[in-house]
């Protein structure tokens, strides 16, 4: 029992009301019961499972004599009980012809796009945004965007689009947005060669333009997009070179640091020139694209998208795939980076890649065509750019031949010394002034020590040994130059001038560090 005290007054502790304990409830209603009577049974899980039974209605297969590899395409038409979007359908026919106001832009992110999850604002954006990329601009957009458009192509082919117009809208939202968002090359590679074969229609490449790289990478089935190949023509030297060229020259700096104009120009230059690589390449009929064996692949059509239709395709291809050509690779890349360099030399770039075991009947190939090539084009460059009346200026036939021009040279003095002073001629053989001695230049293959030093400094960044050789680096530089130009597999400059100096051509880097390593 507790005594009470005088400092009890003081204790408000009885004052404060008691707080009650407080009692949980479950958030969850439990589930009536029920009695069940003799004649009851429960339902299984089979019978609580919700069924989409798929019946098939028609089979047909069509052969493809256009494509190099595939050889022949199996349909199945079937159809499902049950549609899980049809609003999307009755969504996407509404908004079909409509165009949006310009408007700005809202971002919007979406696993499975749909018009029901857009805002007001979304909506005004995407009908924008639609309009101005069917018109040839590609303005501000997400992932979402993108998916949502691809979505309504494929489920309104034959509802309110063309195959073909189908098949356009896709290429367009593919060719624009390819590089910006990466993700998308994957599904659009599927999808747009499931829209060709459902509908039977052959895809050119020349309307793939950048993309060939980026479908041998990234597409599952790229034989449908490399079948195209046939024979070798101009027209399809850049296929041949995203199918065998593991060298990608649209990242060179020859095409990203220059205008578009040079760019193709320089793309143009590439390919055309590989004409005759591939054409020597291929004629003797030892060289085949395709592989022996047949394999068969099937798959529901649009597989990943949004399908609102309620007959599905399943596509079922059987084709030969392409050969595993390594060694066909190697020699189609080196010939792309020699022709590179003589895209360069020509142009004034001293950079060159580096280039190893080449044949030489494809070396010829190469340098035929750019002396060829180039030389009429500066020709032609030069007398379209030349006024008609420079006719009129053409110097006239004299006559003049070697020993006249001596018989000139020796009047001229006989006429000087008339009318100039003796005290300012001299013709005394023994006055004139020696020419200067020239020393003769080490052996290429025996370079001095100081110049393998100051390569080694520039190499491994030794600022303090490059400050060193300060006064004599441009004499340094000059040897090493000439011993690299001397070089079989590397014929080029290695160092380059800088504002403070030298510096190493990157692209020569592993020869340079083999070489020093080798002193």
């Known amino acids: 029992m507790k005594i009470p005290s005088d400092d009890d007054f003081w204790d408000l502790g009885k004052l404060v009301p008691k707080k009650k304990r407080p009692t949980l409830e479950s958030f969850i209603p439990s589930p009536p019961l029920a009695d069940l009577g003799a004649d009851d049974v429960a339902p299984t899980r089979a019978e609580r499972t919700l069924h989409i039974t798929r019946t098939c209605e028609k089979t047909d297969t069509y052969h493809t004599a256009d494509n190099l ?5 199996t349909l199945e038409t079937c159809s499902e009980t049950y549609n899980l979007y049809h609003r999307f359908m009755d969504d996407a026919r509404r908004y079909f012809d409509e165009s949006g106001a310009e408007t700005p832009y809202v971002r919007y992110f979406s696993y499975m796009p749909q018009y029901t999850q857009l805002t007001a604002q979304q909506l005004a954006y995407y009908l924008y945004w639609r309009s101005q990329l069917l018109a040839g601009s590609a303005l501000a957009c997400d992932e979402g965007y993108i998916y949502l458009f691809a979505y309504e192509c494929i489920n309104l082919t034959d509802v309110l689009l063309a195959p073909k117009d189908a098949l356009e809208r896709l290429l367009t939202l593919w060719q624009n947005y390819a590089q910006q968002f990466p993700k998308i090359n994957k599904y659009l590679s599927e999808w747009v060669s499931d829209l060709c074969l459902t509908h039977r229609m052959t895809l050119s490449h020349d309307k793939l333009g950048g993309l060939l790289p980026i479908i041998y990478r990234q597409a599952s089935f790229p034989e449908f997009y490399f079948g195209a190949i046939g ?11 995203a199918l065998l060229c593991d060298y990608d020259y649209r990242s060179s700096r020859c095409y990203t640091a220059v205008p578009a104009e040079a760019a193709k120009n320089f793309s143009d230059t590439v390919e055309h020139s590989m004409f005759g690589v591939f054409h020597e390449l291929f004629s003797g009929g030892t060289v085949s694209l395709r592989s022996e064996e047949t394999k068969t692949i099937s798959h529901t059509a649009f597989c990943g998208a949004l399908y609102a239709k309620e007959k599905r395709i399943r596509l079922t291809v059987r084709y030969a795939p392409m050969a595993d050509a390594t060694e066909i690779r190697a020699l189609v890349t080196t010939a792309v980076k020699y022709s590179e360099n003589l895209y360069r030399a020509l142009h004034g770039n001293r950079n060159r890649l580096a280039v190893q075991g080449l044949p030489e009947v494809y070396r010829a190939i190469l340098d035929a065509y750019y002396r060829v090539f180039f030389g009429e084009k500066e020709k032609a460059k030069a ?22 021009a001596d018989e000139i040279e020796s009047l001229s003095w006989e006429n000087t010394q008339r009318l100039i002073p003796d005290e300012d001629i001299s013709t005394d053989p023994q006055e004139a002034p020696e020419p200067s001695a020239v020393s003769e230049a080490e052996p290429i293959s025996a370079p001095t020590d100081a110049a393998v030093d100051y390569l080694r400094c520039v190499v491994y960044g030794d600022t303090a040994g490059v400050a060193a050789y300060a006064s004599q680096a441009d004499k340094l530089a000059e040897c090493i130059n000439q ?11 290695v160092l380059e001038p800088t504002d403070s100096g030298y510096r190493l051509v990157d692209d020569y880097l592993s020869e340079v560090e083999e070489w020093i390593q080798n002193r």
């Open 231 to 241: 024979d070798v023509t101009l027209s399809n030297c850049d296929l041949l070179l």
């Open 69 to 73: 590899f595939l050889q022949d395409v």
């Open 383 to 404: 007398t379209a750019a030349e006024p008609a009346y420079m006719a009129q200026y053409a110097p006239a036939e004299t006559g003049v031949t070697l020993s006249r």
């Open 483 to 493: 011993i690299f130009l001397e070089e079989p597999e590397v014929g080029d400059i």
